[in-house]
């Protein structure tokens, strides 16, 4: 059998042309897989390096906004001779339909892996219609 392998890289984000940036580091966009269920919807996000106390994630009227930050580690008394790996802070940005229900959103973060969980509003859901014989 063929082994395939496949090179992944981080995608630098564009700014948009009216932002400015108040930090001079790199912005990272994200790669995010989105799965919808019956009762909501999860996303996870590759987030490398950040953990719960440099990921921050806010939700304005609809647009909901993942950002993360990752400061460099350089082991102390070492000297770093070459870096290959880009660090740098994380952007996502994603627009919320009325069906989820905002108030019952849940984020868990594990080995720079973000995962959130958007519940379905109880209107949006699926639900399954009973069908009867009529006399």
């Known amino acids: 059998m063929a082994e395939t392998t496949k090179e992944i890289k981080k995608k630098e984000a564009k700014s948009p ?50 950002h993360g930050c990752v400061e460099p580690e350089v082991p102390e008394k070492l000297k770093l ?24 959103i849940q984020a868990t973060v594990k080995n720079g892996v973000l995962k959130l969980i958007l519940p379905k509003a109880e209107a949006a859901r699926a639900r399954k219609i009973e069908v009867k014989a009529e006399a």
């Not at 966009?29 to 921050?56: C, N, T, Y």
Request: no cysteine.
């Open 17 to 66: 042309e009216r932002a400015e940036r108040t930090r001079s580091r790199r912005l990272y966009r994200p790669d995010v897989d989105i799965i919808e269920k019956d009762a909501e919807i999860v996303l996870i996000a590759d987030m490398p390096g950040v953990d719960e106390k440099s990921v921050d994630i806010t939700l304005e009227k609809n647009v909901l906004t993942i």
């Open 81 to 104: 001779a070459e870096s290959e790996y880009g660090v740098g802070d994380y952007e996502r940005a994603f627009t919320l339909s009325d069906e989820i229900d905002r108030e019952k």
